[in-house]
C-alpha cells in the first residue's frame, strides 16, 4: 500500500512559477513510477510528467521545456517545478504511483493522493 500526499499548490499569475511536492509513505518507493497528472473542470485526467530512480524522467509535449520533475529516494518525496505558467495549466494536480514501464495512462496508476489545486490568473 502506498500513500501519497500533495502540497504546493495555489494562485500564481501567468509567467510565474510553482514547486509541487508529494511524499509517499511507505519502503517501497523506489519501486513505483511517479506521475503527475493534472485535471481540469470538465476535462479528463491528463498526464504531466513521471519519473523513477535509474530511469528517464519524461513528460507531456505541453509541459516539456517548462516543466521539471524531480525526486528525492531519502524524503520519498517527487516535486514538480512549474515555470512560465500558464492560464491553461490550471488544474487539480494530482501526484500518482505505478509499477508499469513508462506508464502515461491513469487506468495504469494504482495509488493516487487527494490533489492540489493550481490557477494562473492572465
Known amino acids: 500500500q502506498v500513500q501519497l500526499v500533495e502540497s504546493g499548490g495555489g494562485l500564481v499569475q501567468a509567467g510565474g512559477s510553482l514547486r509541487l511536492s508529494c511524499v509517499a509513505s511507505g519502503r517501497t518507493f523506489g519501486a513505483y513510477f511517479m506521475a503527475w497528472f493534472r485535471q481540469a473542470p470538465g476535462e479528463e485526467r491528463e498526464f504531466v510528467a513521471a519519473r523513477r530512480s535509474g530511469f528517464d524522467t519524461y513528460y507531456a509535449d505541453s509541459v516539456k521545456d517548462r516543466f521539471t520533475m524531480s525526486g528525492d529516494n531519502a524524503k520519498n518525496t517527487v516535486y514538480l517545478q512549474m515555470n512560465s505558467l500558464k492560464p491553461e495549466d490550471t488544474a487539480v494536480y494530482y501526484c500518482?504511483?505505478?509499477?508499469?514501464?513508462?506508464?502515461?495512462?491513469?487506468?495504469?496508476?494504482?495509488?493516487w493522493g487527494q490533489g492540489t489545486q493550481v490557477t494562473v490568473s492572465s
Open positions: 500518482a504511483a505505478s509499477r508499469i514501464l513508462y506508464a502515461r495512462r491513469s487506468s495504469e496508476y494504482d495509488y
